[in-house]
């Protein structure tokens, strides 16, 4: 399904494109604190500094609730962390920082406590973004299998699941790579198109040929 008026990340863009919702709740996402309100996102780490785990001075993000759950851990991943990209990921400058936002809060929670808080708000986030394109055009998501994709798509899947109600989760190998293997099998093809103000009659035929003519060349 294609769309030629889209809004990502309040900006408009009138371009035709796959129909796709954006939500910014990845790996990189930032975590906030602030009014008494946990806010993971919009703004992200990016793969530089990226997230504080990966030893190069970057701030919390939902890469790092996850590292402070366990749910990631040091010895699955490869040493290719810090300035010289020799070093495994820094749990112990996770779980300062964590101890320190807790400290923060100041509402007795526990560091864990807290980063189990982000990662629910980045759940809900990525949940919302599915209800939109489904739920709120008629479909019913329990029907429906939860496809997974990108680095950090495997360690929200199941709770992704359990927001909406879905009861299948399929996590394709290359489910990290999609996007590059998604573009590789990719077919190349170029759309165009130009306004012509002209009423539609037969006597605009030659105008409305002469510009298809015009496009095919370009």
């Excluded at 769309?3 to 910014?24: K, L, N, Q, S, Y």
């Excluded at 790092?64 to 991943?77: H, S």
């Excluded at 998604?182 to 198109?193: D, E, K, M, P, Y």
Aim: hydrophobic share 45%; with cysteine.
């Amino acid at each position: 399904e294609r769309a030629f008026d889209t809004e990502v990340a309040g900006v408009r863009i009138r371009a035709p494109m796959m129909r796709i919702h954006t939500v910014a709740a990845g790996g990189g996402s930032i975590l906030h604190y602030e009014a008494g309100r946990f806010r993971a996102g919009p703004d992200s780490a990016g793969a530089n500094p990226g997230p504080a785990a990966y030893r190069r001075g970057g701030p919390l993000a939902v890469t790092d609730a996850n590292v402070m759950l366990g749910k990631l851990q040091p010895e699955f991943f490869p040493a290719i962390f810090g300035p010289g990209q020799d070093e495994p990921l820094d749990v112990q400058k996770v779980r300062e920082k964590f101890a320190a936002l807790a400290a923060e809060i100041g509402d007795g929670r526990t560091p864990e406590a807290v980063a189990e808080g982000f990662v629910t708000i980045a759940v809900e986030n990525m949940a919302n973004a599915i209800k939109k394109i489904s739920v709120q055009r008629g479909y019913d998501v329990t029907e429906y299998l939860l496809n997974c994709f990108g680095g950090a798509g495997g360690q929200h899947a199941c709770l992704v699941a359990d927001a909406l109600g879905m009861e299948a989760v399929l996590i394709h190998p290359f489910s990290g790579l999609l996007s590059a293997y998604g573009i590789g099998l990719s077919s190349v093809f170029a759309s165009r198109q130009q306004a012509l103000l002209k009423p539609l009659t037969d006597n605009s035929a030659p105008a409305i040929e002469e510009l298809i003519a015009k496009l095919r060349k370009v």
